[in-house]
């Protein structure tokens, strides 16, 4: 980063502090009820109480375990029926309309089904987690085998490589930024439905962590944990998005 | 053709066939499937006695509040933050920071300050309608051609008149894509609510179905809040093609 | 009889022979007729340039050799057989070499595509890249991806790639339709020293006359070797022959 971007960095970061500053006079000065708006101050106390004293760690890690492996199911699952659908134009043809008219469903609307077929259980979690997930990959994964430059095919078929080849060699490279990114709006509705599972089936989470605490009206330990849900998204979308560019090193090289 | 058009339908008629045949054969009591002749009976019947109608206006109401009062600060915020480059910058770390949190997560807290009901539930997806449209209400003004901002400040407009007159007609059919996208975020932050713990709308339609082991009456409403979702994003297509046309049409996702 | 003269005979039988053959060959595409009873025959060896206006057919002539096309009526035959599918031996240069590149592979990346799909091992395919690198003239580059080369590179890297397959026959659909005059030049005469050393046959598709003339073995026939950029274009054979070609093509255009 030059100079300049610094600079403007700083002085966001001065902006983000401010408007703390600001949450916390609001805080003293009792603007709002402290039951409804704990202070800054206390938010953060609460949150080194959670991890010290309370069970917010093991919170923490339950949400990420739920999320990982719906996120995992998903992202094989969704890839392969992506690949599968994507590159035959049969297929394509028989199911994407069904799939388009299925993309704007609340696919929050599967839990109650998923309750009725699994029960309250940490695999009704896990089912909707990965249901959830699977359609943003799936749907990328299509497009981005839709897309592959035929010519490429055409020099696929000229060398006389085998099917397994050119799936592997030209077609999954080829889709692989539109699955990336697939993949990571996955990641987003994989913490969104964790969170809705945890404090409909009372599993352990950040999600029962925080509805037990609005519950009590410990608004202090409820701020810390809304904070660390944020934490958690933008911290795995950060990740996320350093895989993308390790993977995808090629495309900056043309920048 | 006929057989082009048919083809779409092909697959979903003949497993809905099959589903029902199986049901049928097979004398299917279960909590969590149903036939599909058995559903749509559910779904004729809810709408005649009129509570799944009110159920929809409730969910509706919620989300299309919700989604105007979000879409309102992030259209206001994105035309802010795309022309003026600093405020951007000045911005970026608070932006940055308060976006990634699910709007699933704010949930207690309206809970606790507003309780169950309307308001609690418009909050929530406000909060979630307006990432979408500062993003891309951002995006959308900083493409705008540079000759046409130039031209603003050769006839020295005034910001009002310059945003009035220039940015929002320029940018007006990616914002209408921005809020398209937002609609449907809408409805789904809806619902979600709605399933999680809030007793108003289609959501709870669906969860007091379930909880009352009626798996015809709980596909009923998973159908109906599909048709809703279909409906709403066709009816904004065709919104869309009629004030912008097929060209505008090119530069967003379907 | 001495070795020469006996290298000699062998050459004249082996250009008798015809490697491939277009025998009254038709292709009929979506309802359009693109060739029509086409009559070819290349020798082994030969340096054949199809010349002509664009859109007459001469790109699908030459898909139909690489066998990416079947005919719909008539024969296209390799050594006798008809071409069912494409073969190792024949290797095809397309003109959109962007397209025809994988972006995600680095230049050696590219070339070892070939390698691999011809079962080469794994410790070899090193050696070969380099050796076919500096062939084409881009020694040290291998680690750079298409999207950092220039298009004159970009070529020759598909040239490389093409070479890596060992063709007995090389098919070029004017390759160097979207470079610049002097990149075209110099791609041009190391055409001519690669395909000539192995005596690769060659189908070279072009729209431009000079590039025909000046490459081709059957266009021309008498115009001296090697080939110079200025004397040779210059020589009164070449602009007789020039305008002979010129005028035959106005004649056949509709």
Redesign the interface.
């Known amino acids: 980063m030059n100079r300049a971007a610094i600079l403007w960095r700083v002085a966001s970061i001065l902006v983000a502090a401010g408007l703390i500053a600001a949450w916390q006079l609001a805080a003293n000065l009792r603007l709002v009820s402290p039951v409804f708006l704990p202070g800054p101050d206390r938010a953060w106390a609460a949150l080194m109480r959670g991890f010290s004293n309370g069970d917010l760690a093991g919170k923490l890690i339950g949400t990420l375990e739920h999320m990982a492996y719906g996120w995992l199911a998903a992202s094989i699952a969704g890839i392969a029926l992506g690949a599968l659908i994507g590159s035959s134009k049969m297929m394509r043809a028989y199911v994407a309309p069904s799939l388009e008219f299925l993309r704007p469903l609340p696919v929050s609307a599967i839990i109650p089904v998923a309750i009725a077929m699994l029960g309250l259980t940490r695999g009704m979690a896990l089912f909707v987690i990965a249901f959830g997930a699977i359609w943003p990959i799936m749907l990328a994964t299509i497009h981005g085998f839709a897309a592959v430059e035929p010519r490429l095919y055409e020099v696929a078929r000229s060398l006389q490589m085998s099917r397994a080849a050119i799936i592997g060699k030209i077609a999954l490279p080829s889709a692989l930024p539109d699955i990336l990114a697939g993949m990571r709006l996955s990641l987003t509705v994989a913490l969104i439905l964790s969170v809705v599972c945890e404090i409909l089936a009372g599993l352990d989470g950040l999600g029962q962590w925080v509805l037990l605490s609005a519950r009590a009206f410990r608004s202090a330990d409820l701020f810390a944990g809304v904070i660390l849900l944020g934490a958690t998204g933008y911290l795995t979308s950060i990740a996320m998005s350093l895989v993308e560019q390790r993977l995808l090193a090629w495309q900056t090289a043309a920048r | 053709m006929t057989l082009d058009r048919a083809?779409?339908?092909?697959?979903?008629l003949a497993l809905t066939l099959a589903f029902e045949l199986w049901a049928r054969l097979t004398h299917l009591q279960s909590?969590?499937l149903a036939p599909p002749s058995a559903i749509l009976a559910a779904l004729a019947a809810a709408l005649a006695d009129l509570s799944i109608p009110i159920a929809t206006r409730d969910t509706l109401f919620a989300a299309f509040t919700g989604l105007a009062i979000g879409s309102a600060i992030g259209l206001s915020l994105g035309i802010a933050f795309g022309i003026s480059r600093p405020l951007d910058?000045?911005?970026?770390?608070?932006v940055?920071?308060?976006r990634?949190?699910?709007?699933?997560?704010?949930?207690?807290?309206a809970?606790?300050?507003l309780g169950f009901g309307y308001r609690m539930e418009i909050v929530i997806v406000a909060f979630a309608c307006v990432w979408p449209m500062l993003i891309l209400t951002r995006s959308a003004v900083r493409s705008i051609e540079p000759r046409l901002m130039e031209m603003s400040r050769a006839l020295r407009l005034s910001a009002p008149q310059r945003i009035a007159k220039i940015v929002i007609p320029a940018a007006l059919p990616r914002i209408f894509v921005a809020f398209r996208l937002s609609a449907?975020i809408a409805?789904?932050v809806a619902?979600?609510v709605e399933?999680?713990?809030n007793p108003i709308g289609l959501?709870a339609g669906?969860?007091l179905?379930?909880q009352a082991?009626r798996?015809d009456l709980?596909?009923a409403?998973?159908l109906w809040?599909?048709v809703i979702?279909?409906a709403?994003?066709i009816l904004l297509i065709a919104a869309q093609r009629r004030l912008f046309g097929r060209a505008a049409l090119a530069g967003g996702n379907? | 009889m001495s070795v020469v003269a006996m290298l000699d005979e062998a050459r004249a039988a082996r250009r008798q022979k015809t490697l491939i053959a277009f025998n009254a060959a038709t292709l009929r595409l979506g309802g359009k007729t693109i060739i029509e009873n086409l009559d070819l025959e290349v020798r082994p060896g030969e340096f054949l340039c199809i010349v002509g206006a664009s859109g007459c057919g001469k790109t699908t002539a030459l898909r139909l050799a690489a066998g990416l096309h079947r005919p719909t009526s008539g024969a296209v035959t390799f050594d006798g057989e008809p071409i069912t599918e494409p073969r190792r031996e024949v290797a095809i240069v397309f003109q959109d070499y962007g397209k025809a590149l994988l972006p995600w592979r680095t230049a050696a990346g590219n070339i070892s595509l070939a390698l691999e799909a011809s079962r080469v091992p794994a410790r070899e395919r090193g050696a070969r890249i380099e050796a076919l690198l500096r062939k084409v003239g881009l020694p040290g580059h291998a680690d750079k991806y298409p999207s950092e080369m220039s298009g004159g590179m970009q070529q020759r890297l598909q040239i490389a790639r093409c070479l890596a397959q060992e063709p007995t026959t090389l098919l070029m659909d004017e390759p160097f339709g979207a470079l610049d005059a002097m990149t075209r030049q110099g791609l041009q005469d190391e055409v001519l020293s690669l395909t000539h050393a192995s005596q690769t046959t060659v189908i070279f598709v072009t729209h431009d006359l000079d590039e025909a003339i000046y490459l081709g073995d059957r266009v021309v026939g008498d115009l001296p070797r090697p080939r110079d950029q200025l004397a040779t274009r210059e020589h009164p054979e070449f602009l007789r022959l020039r305008r002979q070609l010129f005028d035959f093509i106005k004649a056949t255009e509709h």
């Open positions: 083809r779409p339908l092909l697959l979903p909590d969590s910058r000045l911005m970026e770390v608070t940055e920071a308060i990634p949190i699910p709007s699933i997560a704010l949930l207690p807290i809970l606790i300050a449907g409805l789904i619902v979600t399933i999680a713990i959501g669906i969860m179905a379930q082991l798996a709980m596909l409403y998973l809040i599909g979702g279909y709403l994003n379907p």
